[in-house]
T-cell receptor, first 113, second 112 residues
Framework: NAGVMQNPRHLVRRRGQEARLRCSPM?????VYWYRQLPEEGLKFMVY????????ESGMPKERFSAEFPKEGPSILRIQQVVRGDSAAYFC???????????FGNGTRLTVT | DQQVKQNSPSLSVQEGRISILNCDYT??????FLWYKKYPAEGPTFLIS?????DKNEDGRFTVFLNKSAKHLSLHIVPSQPGDSAVYFC???????????FGKGTTLSVSS
């Protein structure tokens, strides 16, 4: 049973470009979460989605960031017009239901130059 | 304002001894806590959890203790092994049940 798959593992973007991060949850998991880890910090919650629905986006910056989890295909975290401060490790996690522990992917390391 | 605090950035322990990792929280409404372990270049891996209706939960070499009055929890690893060397994150489930609030982590080094 494959774990949570994130791609790409590393992504380099210039300031002003768009970054698209993909996450395929574990088989049978319909709950997806995105977290961001800045250097020397813990993981910060960004958004919680179920299929086609955003349940909690209280951790998402108000501008430039969006997330989706369509009926078919992976969840996508999209960052428009990236800035240097967006450089971080972005982790996706999934669970089969709201009450189960999260299973994390290995993250996407975004570097903005 | 940090709601979950891990005040020790690092801890060094000899193989075979006990490792004790500490975590404090500020919100008395938190009622579910988890510990995750993270190796470099990997995602966090779930270790053990505890609900506020308990004060202890044990799973093999790992035991988590919860002191609700002190708003403090700790993770005990005994005996410690070199493979336990990793960053350990404490997390609390927010009141809505939709997000984990993580501490900054403690780096554990177990020497043989």
């Amino acid at each position: 049973n494959a774990g949570v798959m994130q791609n790409p593992r590393h992504l380099v973007r210039r300031r002003g470009q768009e970054a698209r991060l993909r996450c395929s949850p574990m088989k049978g998991h319909s709950h997806v979460y995105w977290y961001r880890q800045l250097p020397e910090e813990g993981l910060k919650f960004m958004v919680y989605l179920q299929k086609e629905n955003i349940i909690d986006e209280s951790g998402m910056p108000k501008e430039r960031f969006s997330a989706e989890f369509p009926k078919e295909g992976p969840s996508i975290l999209r960052i428009q017009q990236v800035v240097r401060g967006d450089s971080a490790a972005y982790f996706c996690a999934s669970s089969p239901d709201k009450n189960s522990p999260l299973h994390f992917g290995n993250g996407t390391r975004l570097t903005v130059t | 304002d940090q709601q979950v605090k891990q005040n020790s950035p690092s801890l060094s322990v000899q193989e075979g001894r006990i490792s004790i990792l500490n975590c404090d929280y500020t919100n008395s409404m938190f009622d579910y806590f988890l510990w995750y372990k993270k190796y470099p270049a990997e995602g966090p891996t779930f270790l053990i959890s505890i609900s506020s209706i308990k004060d202890k939960n044990e799973d093999g070499r790992f035991t988590v203790f919860l002191n609700k009055s002190a708003k403090h929890l700790s993770l005990h690893i005994v005996p410690s092994q070199p493979g336990d060397s990793a960053v350990y994150f404490c997390a609390a489930l927010n009141q809505a049940g939709t997000a984990l609030i993580f501490g900054k982590g403690t780096t554990l080094s177990v020497s043989s």
